[in-house]
């Protein structure tokens, strides 16, 4: 199976090391996409130089965020068709970090949703309980509370393919990652419930949260995932060469 691997490299790679991380290991780059569906995500001002320098490779760029708003008088913000224009094919919503430290809602969700489809960009919807929740068994409680109103988007506009992170908060950049049954569990849950919710719609569900050329043989194990977004150990070449090639 070729899996999904999406490189979020957050705020962590500052302009000229995201582009000097495909420069340098363009060749290598273009051979992983035989075995693998790689997508680079950069801070927005990387995002053009790269799609440059990728232009003839079969890697993909994905943006990190994208307005809520069409376009307009909105300081700061970058729409879903600028975006598009410079050849970006994905674009993260709705990440643990921009709901707590930015405010995303489920509201602002959906319409980044609905205009990333609308400029042909697929979104990367990431979900995920926090760690009280987590504690208290509530996790099943959390997802569908944040995933019933994007199914519902879904349904209503006849997307036919998603593509959900499932992203424990507690697991993110803290070096723990779930028990296998845990996950085995959520995906066998997660599946069930947009198969039925929505099931004119195809599925790829990715892990993501603290993975690391240690633990992704264990997870490679979870049939169920069909990729993986990785934060801190993709900024690095190597051992995200090595977690793709892991297996
Ligand atoms: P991490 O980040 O791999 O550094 O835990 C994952 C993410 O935030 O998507």
Excluded at 101 to 118: H, M, R, S
């Amino acid at each position: 199976m070729n899996y999904l691997y999406i490189a979020n490299w957050k705020m962590n790679l500052s302009y000229s090391q995201s582009l000097d991380f495909c420069t340098n290991n363009i060749d290598q780059l273009n051979a992983l996409v035989y075995s693998a569906q790689v997508v680079l995500c950069p801070s927005f001002v990387a995002l053009g130089p790269i799609a440059q320098v990728l232009k003839k490779s079969s890697i993909t760029i994905g943006a990190q965020n994208c307005s809520e708003f069409e376009s307009g008088s909105y300081t700061g913000e970058v729409s879903a068709a600028s975006l598009a224009e410079i050849g970006v094919s994905y674009c993260i919503v709705g990440h643990s970090e921009r709901r707590i430290y930015f405010g995303e809602t489920t509201e602002k969700i959906i319409k980044k949703i609905n205009l990333l489809y609308a400029n042909a960009m697929m979104p990367i919807i990431c979900i995920g309980e926090n760690k009280e929740e987590f504690l208290q068994k509530k996790t099943i409680h959390a997802l569908t509370e944040q995933l019933e109103p994007i199914l519902k988007t879904f349904v209503h506009q006849q997307y036919k393919h998603i593509i959900i992170a499932y992203e424990p908060f507690w697991a993110i950049g803290t070096g723990i990652i779930p028990e296998n049954t845990y996950l085995e569990e959520i995906s066998i849950w997660l599946k069930n419930y947009v198969a039925e919710f929505a099931p004119d719609c195809t599925m790829q569900l990715l892990y993501g949260g603290s993975i690391n050329e240690k633990n992704i043989h264990q997870l490679k194990t979870i049939k169920l995932i069909d990729g993986f977004l990785i934060g801190g150990a993709s900024t690095n070449f190597e051992t995200f060469c090595g977690i793709i090639k892991i297996g």
